[in-house]
């Protein structure tokens, strides 16, 4: 089991950057890939970007170029560094670990992280 806690979000102007960070505790050396995700006001929760043992990395086209999603090796930390954000970027962060098919429980959250983005 493992309890994600995000942190780094806030308001900035269209334009500006933020990093997210996203802190693992608990049983983190069986993790296999940790995600950002995000959940807009009245939409569904899509992923922002996810990174993989290995170092497989896969971006939303949304995202891809202006964001970049790095772990540390223990897997006790993600991080997503924002930049040139813009106003439809706004919404709740959450950060995602993924745990092999073995496990009863494969996916665990953290409680999520509000950017706001100001046109």
């Known amino acids: 089991q493992v309890q994600l806690v995000e942190s780094g979000g806030g308001e900035v102007e269209a334009g500006g950057s933020l990093r997210l960070s996203c802190a693992a505790s608990g049983r983190t050396m069986d993790i296999i890939a940790m995600g950002w995700y995000r959940q807009a006001s009245g939409k569904p929760r899509e992923l922002v970007a996810q990174i993989a043992i290995g170092a497989n990395i896969d971006y939303a086209d949304t995202v891809r170029g202006r964001f970049t999603i790095s772990r540390d090796k223990t897997w006790n930390n993600s991080y997503l560094q924002m930049t040139n954000l813009k106003a439809e970027d706004t919404a709740v962060y959450y950060c995602?670990?993924?745990?092999?098919?073995?496990?009863?429980?494969?996916?665990?959250w953290g409680r999520g992280t509000q950017v706001t983005v100001s046109a």
């Open positions: 995602k670990a993924l745990y092999p098919r073995s496990f009863g429980r494969r996916e665990y």
